[in-house]
């Protein structure tokens, strides 16, 4: 009898000390080491399988799969912080069984097809994008990861966020807040404006006129071959610092009819100048520049004006003088 008094005295000294101070019941916080510090609001009169429970909930982490350490001491379910001497501000180890490697896809915006990346399933997607980080040589801080159409938080767990082998992951660059990019006239100037990836099409010809006091009602956004809409954001089409715009005059289709009833169509911009119609019908008919009269609504058109200052739109219909 007096060996086991021996055995438990230890325990029970702790059980006096806690009931001594009467302050089981006092929140405090404990530290919880996984691949990280997790901190937790619990009692010291809380079990181990509550805390187990607590970690569950916030990292994602089976309670089954948990095996909790402090100072070597493998702690069981049912006792309680307190048997433990475990107080405010201690750090329990957290040990988590068959941690399960997986095999993920990550898709990039600025790439074709996917990478793989090998995981575990309790790893934080901070460690992931470090490894997508050092595979594709681009920064953890510069891009976000999606999942299911989700935004998944950096400090949680792969389990905390369902993510399983086999799932694909979404790779969003995280946008400047503002940057410059260059921009061509059909004068062929380049000038610089500041734009966000947020902005529309149709914001960023306004950014572009209110620089060259210009307007742009007439004039399309294009990046390479591709024509911008109005109602899309700059980051639909991937549009970053350095990317090269060019602005182009919107093409109408005119048709130029002479006194004969003979009849072409141009393609042409609503402020292409008279003169240069006239030597697209040159080209075409082979009727010298000077010997060319052109009338639009009674009108005769002047060499230096552009076609925009006559109202002409598209299939508007401009009457030829031969002077031959």
């Known amino acids: ?19 001594e101070e009467d302050d089981e019941n006092e929140e405090i916080t404990i530290y919880l080491r996984v691949t990280k510090t997790v901190a937790l609001k619990v009692k010291e009169s809380d079990s181990i399988g509550n805390v187990k429970a607590l970690l569950h909930d916030k990292e994602g982490v089976p309670e089954r799969l948990q095996q909790l350490f402090s100072e070597d001491n493998r702690l069981m ?23 399960v490697p997986v095999m993920l896809y990550v898709k ?51 389990a905390f966020h369902n993510i399983d082998d086999g799932s694909t992951l979404h790779i969003v660059l995280n946008p400047k807040d503002k940057f ?38 007439d004039m399309d956004l294009f990046l390479g071959k591709k024509k911008l809409e109005d109602l899309k954001e700059l980051y639909q089409y991937d549009i970053k ?3 090269l715009l060019q602005v182009v005059p919107r093409i109408i289709q005119i048709v130029i009819k002479k006194v ?24 075409k008919l082979g009727i010298p ?9 009674g009108k005769s058109l002047a060499d230096s004006r552009d076609l925009a200052s006559y109202n002409i739109e598209n299939d508007s219909t401009l009457h030829l003088n031969d002077r031959n």
Request: net charge negative; charged share 30%; proline share 2%.
């Open 1 to 19: 009898e007096n060996s086991s008094f021996a055995k438990m005295e230890p325990n029970m000294k702790r059980l006096r000390t806690a009931v």
């Open 77 to 99: 379910e049912e006792q309680k912080l307190v048997d433990y001497g475990i107080r405010k501000n201690s750090t329990v180890y957290a040990y988590v069984e068959d941690s």
């Open 108 to 158: 990039r915006p600025y790439a074709k097809g996917t990478i793989k990346v090998n995981s575990m399933i309790y790893e934080t997607i901070q460690d992931v994008k470090a490894r997508i980080a050092a595979k594709e040589g681009i920064n953890s801080d510069e891009f976000s990861l999606f999942h299911d159409g989700k935004f998944i938080e950096d400090d949680k767990t792969l």
């Open 180 to 217: 410059l990019i260059p921009v061509v006239m059909p004068t062929y100037e380049i000038i610089q404006i500041e734009v966000k990836v947020t902005l529309f099409v149709r914001d960023v010809k306004t950014v572009i006129e209110s620089k060259v006091s210009q307007s742009m009602d």
């Open 241 to 243: 610092e350095d990317s």
């Open 260 to 283: 004969n009833g003979q009849y072409i169509t141009l393609d042409v911009h609503k402020h292409e100048l008279v003169k240069n119609v006239k030597g697209m019908i040159q080209n």
């Open 289 to 297: 520049v000077h010997l060319q009269g052109l009338l639009f609504a």
